[in-house]
């Protein structure tokens, strides 16, 4: 099938486009010296995609009703069982819902992607079926997830297990609420500011955000590449290790993995904590919102593993803070130029791209006044700083993550672990429908201040139940050195063994 060949009026507003002038006489001039390089775009276009075969087959998709969705944290169910063996045999997992299920429809918590189904598997996907889960379906996101809330997505807001009308956290609030809740032994969830971590703490579960790149995120819509991340959701650390086991690895299709190094996590569990030396961030409760009360439940948490016979010391860490405020001009611009303009695929990195979703997400243009309003504010600052300044802050703050990392490295160079509330609160009550545009707006950002830190400098962090406020759970993070993910479970076995978090 031939391509569309552009005219001289579709030429010369190209030409405008680019800050450059043609007269009809150039123009028809470049369109026939142009005919060769279409032709190569019709070669591409009659060739069959290259995309990932599907090996397992699945049930009809359905939408469940309230009946059987009373936290909104199903989008789809649908039945895919694995290998008859294996790792993850035995075990239920829901996937977020910006990662790729042939056949079940994905819309990422937005009205404007709903409709598109994907043509293949993700590579987590296919991992984790080949070692035996059965995948019951997609959970619920925030609006393209952008949201450390839960009130974002659409067409409802996810209720949080411990108390409905409240929060679950974001952006894989389904993910979490489902494991929080039963329906599923584990989730698969994504990582650009916190988006494993917040709703895992607000939940009461563990959740992992490996080290950048550990976990291939091939077929799953990106955000922004230098700061994508995929992990695991569970309700006990043993399993939240398996999985991690089961999904992490290079497959050959992700520029976001290199130097990757995998270990036997399970392996880690049963070692103690005896002799480590565990680094408590004094900059980590010192967040304008910090909660007493939730600081307080962390710093029991330190002193239990000083009990169990770790080194527990605090320590200054001001790159923590540093790290946060670059995550502004990388994850606004960032997702700009790559999320939104660039159609959800962006350009400039080999691997495996969604055409489809490409196809399907460039609609967006003609449904803008429909994205959120958490979305809506990250682009117009993106679009600014791209604008204005030409992503001179973007690319300034690419550099000055280094500094970031190297801080973070030096005091992991001194322990084995940093530790710090993984939230300055415990959920809040989800804002009404018909809030101010500021509520919705800081409702979805105000408790980010120490997650997004690590999505800057790609060290592992791990959000660990230690207790309730106001019958509601308290999350402590744990952050190791890159590639490290083991040492945080065998720190995270050693506290849930030593204590029952809810009463603790």
Known sequence: MAIQRPTIGDLKQIANNLHMQLTDAEAEEYLSVMQANFDAYDLIDELADEIPNVHYPRTEPYRPDVTENHLNAWYYKTEVKGAPTGKLAGKTVALKDNVSLAQV?????????????????????????????????????????????????????????????????????????????????????????????????????????????????????????????????????QDNALLLEVIAGIDGLDPRQYAVHVENYTSYLDRGVKGLKIGVVNEGFALPNMDLRVAEKVRQAAAEFEKLGAIVEEISLPE?????????????????????????????????????????????????DQLSPTLKVCMFVGEYGIRNYSGRYYAKAQNIVRRARAGYDQKLAEYDLLLMPTLPIVAQPLPDSDCSLTEYITRAFEMIGNTAPQDITGHPAMSVPCGLVDDLPVGMMLIGRHFNEGTIYQAAAAFEAAVDWKTF
Request: hydrophobic share 35%; charged share 15%.
């Open 105 to 237: 429809p994905m819309m990422n918590g937005s009205s404007t992607l709903e409709g598109f189904i994907p043509d293949y598997d993700a590579t987590v996907v296919t991992r984790m079926l080949d070692e035996g889960a059965t995948i019951l379906g997609k959970a619920t996101c925030e609006h393209f997830c952008l949201s450390g809330g839960s009130h974002t997505s659409d067409p409802a807001p996810v209720h949080n297990p411990y108390r409905h009308g409240y929060c679950a956290g974001g952006s894989s609030s389904g993910s979490a609420a489902l494991v929080s809740n039963g329906d599923v032994d584990l989730a698969i969830a994504c990582d650009q500011g916190g988006s494993i971590r917040i709703p895992a703490a607000f939940c009461g579960v563990y959740g992992m955000k490996p080290t950048h790149g550990l976990v291939p995120y091939s077929g799953i819509m990106p955000i922004e590449n230098t700061i994508d991340h995929a992990g695991p959701i569970s309700r006990s650390v």
């Open 320 to 368: 923590h803070q540093l790290a946060g405020a670059l995550w502004t001009p990388i994850g606004c611009e960032g997702l700009t130029a790559q999320m939104m303009h660039g159609n959800g695929m962006g350009f400039n990195w080999e691997g495996l791209y969604d055409v489809k979703l490409l196809d399907k997400h460039k609609d967006w243009r003609q449904k803008a």
